[in-house]
């Protein structure tokens, strides 16, 4: 069994474990009110789109999601939460030293606390049970998320049944003879959908897309026809499916919480890995995590420098 493989089975035991943890960690989390900012990089950036959904959606207060560097260093926030499975990604790094010289408070939200992070950030939430061997990420982002879905109170025991049913159920279409794979969220699922076309070009080199299903119908149906499959992640609106079986692909339409349905499209990625003769564990062209040498970027200042070098030596 790959590394993938194993990890995305033990999503399940990882949200039980981080909605339980999400009470004790109440006082490094986002309080009511705060204007709050969430940060990652690639698969933590969607996972931050869906908690920042999520968190205005239960009334918690303005909340923005921004890749980290890609961060408004003009906008002012009671609170930014990163989201980092390595601690070692340079743009949250850079980011979190500036967060820290400008007085910001931060908390990572990490996997690895034996890394540089643990230096840079105010506040830790430390999930090493979800932390991974792979390259790609399932389990830690996926636990992320419902730590933080759990803290706004947006997490129930049926969100875990139904990984459990994405694991146990047949995958809802063949890996066989598709070539393009477009994702549909609403809302928080938005985010999810990103990440589900991100988990297919990873895994298995695919030509995946993702969009608001509304937006769907603006452009990109045009791509859509035999061969191709469209998956929504979560309700969809009508005359989607019959407009997407009307071009001959396939159609999968979301039957679980949105989570357990990105569950889904981790097995599906997977399978459609095997079926090329691809091995997920050693995706093309990548790294566990990004990190840069100095001088990456123009707002890479000798006060992030100095930073860095700090928490890395703390670390050793």
């Known amino acids: 069994m790959s590394h993938v493989a194993y990890e995305l089975s033990t999503q399940p035991e990882s949200w039980e474990r981080a909605a339980e943890l999400a009470p004790a960690r109440r006082a490094v989390l986002p309080e009511p009110g705060e204007r709050t900012a969430i940060v990652g990089c690639g698969t933590s950036y969607y996972m931050a789109q869906a908690a920042a959904a999520l968190r205005e959606d239960a009334g918690h207060g303005e909340t923005d999601a921004f890749p980290a560097s890609e961060f408004p260093h ?26 820290r010289e400008a007085g910001t408070p931060t908390t990572a939200v990490i996997g690895d606390p034996d890394t540089p992070v643990t230096g ?28 933080l879905r759990a803290h706004v109170g947006a997490h129930t025991p049926a969100v875990v049944a139904d990984a459990r049913t994405a694991l146990a159920e047949p995958l809802p279409v063949a890996p066989e003879g598709l070539s393009q794979f477009t994702f ?17 070009r990873e895994a298995s080199l695919s030509w995946a897309e993702s969009y608001p299903a509304m937006e769907y119908r603006h452009g990109p149906v045009s791509v859509t026809g035999p061969g191709s499959v469209t998956w929504s992640l979560d309700a969809t609106p009508d005359g989607i499916a019959e407009q997407v079986l009307g071009t001959g692909a396939a159609w999968v339409a979301g039957a679980l919480d949105p989570l357990a349905e990105l569950v889904r499209v981790h097995r599906f990625a997977v399978a459609v890995a095997a079926h090329r003769r691809l ?7 990548l790294t566990r995590s990004v990190i840069l040498t100095p001088g990456h970027t123009a707002g890479h200042t000798a006060g992030h420098a100095s930073g860095l070098a700090a928490a890395e030596e703390a670390v050793r």
């Open 74 to 99: 003009r906008r002012r926030y009671d609170r930014v939460v990163a989201l980092t499975r390595s601690g070692t990604t340079t743009e949250v790094l850079d980011l979190l030293a500036a967060l």
């Open 279 to 285: 091995d997920p564990d050693a995706p093309r062209n």
């Open 184 to 200: 549909l969220g609403r809302g928080w699922s938005v985010g999810l959908a990103h990440e589900a076309a991100l988990k297919m």
């Open 120 to 147: 840079l950030a105010d506040d830790l939430v430390v999930l090493d049970f979800a932390d991974e061997e792979s390259v790609v990420q399932t389990r830690f982002a996926t636990t992320a998320l419902t730590l």
